[in-house]
């Protein structure tokens, strides 16, 4: 099977590195992504790869986004949003999202015929409260927008809808996912009943600007870290 290039490398790096250095008792940890002067992603263990921690220091909150097997994310990461959190992961395929400043965390998959690997990445950008994720050939899947179409809400009418002549309902019981739970391109978008939905009108045609961002383009990892020399 042949490796992507940047895989290969990074296997490299890491067979050196543990054949020269031993670790020690301690898993090490290291602030690996910066939002802001206050927001941090923290991973926990060693050769870059372990538990992944979210702390916001303003809030004093630390909140556990995953307990093991984490691997950061190569590509370009922009993330102002605060209330609306994206963390993308080394394998793709699915983000893992707050909508609460990170108390809580849950799968936000990409929706559709085909969801883009990592090693397929250009970008993840996440600003107000939705998330762009850009493929290097140009395809553009999206968070929707950060409202649920009150139509579908608890006590909502629904959503009438007519296909090949039979008329249909979206209820509040059969709506999917809510918002900013997964991620869409604009042809996967089309034909489907989330097309009906409010908070996925007008889809976006590119990856917004984003003006005086104060935190990190990328995330940064020291796979040597709490090892000890052999």
């Known amino acids: 099977m042949k490796k992507h290039p940047r895989i290969a490398a990074g296997l490299a790096a890491l067979l050196l590195i543990a ?12 602030i690996i992504y910066r939002f802001d002067d206050h927001r941090y992603l923290e991973i926990v263990g060693f050769y870059c790869q372990g538990a992944l921690n979210y702390v916001d220091t303003k809030r004093g909150m630390k909140s556990e986004i995953a307990s093991q097997f984490y691997r950061a994310f190569s590509e370009k990461y922009i993330h102002p949003s605060e209330r ?21 965390w849950q799968t936000a998959p990409i929706s559709g015929d085909y969801a883009p690997s990592s090693k397929e990445a250009k970008s993840l950008t996440v600003v ?3 998330g762009y994720f850009l493929t290097k050939d140009g395809r553009l899947y999206v968070s929707s927008a950060p409202f649920d179409d009150p139509r579908i ?6 959503i009438d809808y007519f296909v090949e002549g039979e008329r249909g309902t979206i209820t509040p019981q059969s709506s999917g996912r809510a ?3 997964e991620f869409l391109s604009k042809d996967g978008l089309k034909g489907s009943t989330m097309e009906l939905h409010s908070n996925w009108d007008d889809f976006p045609q590119k ?16 796979p040597a870290l709490g090892l000890e020399e052999k």
């Open 207 to 222: 990856v917004p600007d984003v003006i005086n961002y104060q935190g990190w383009d990328h995330m940064k990892c020291n």
């Open 153 to 158: 809400l608890p006590g909502g009418p629904g």
């Open 179 to 181: 918002w900013g739970r």
């Open 128 to 130: 107000n409260d939705r």
């Open 84 to 104: 609306y959190i994206v963390i993308p992961d080394w394998d793709g395929g699915a983000f893992i999202v707050s909508k609460d400043y990170g108390q809580t």
């Open 19 to 30: 054949g020269c250095y031993g670790r020690t008792t301690e898993k090490p940890a290291q």
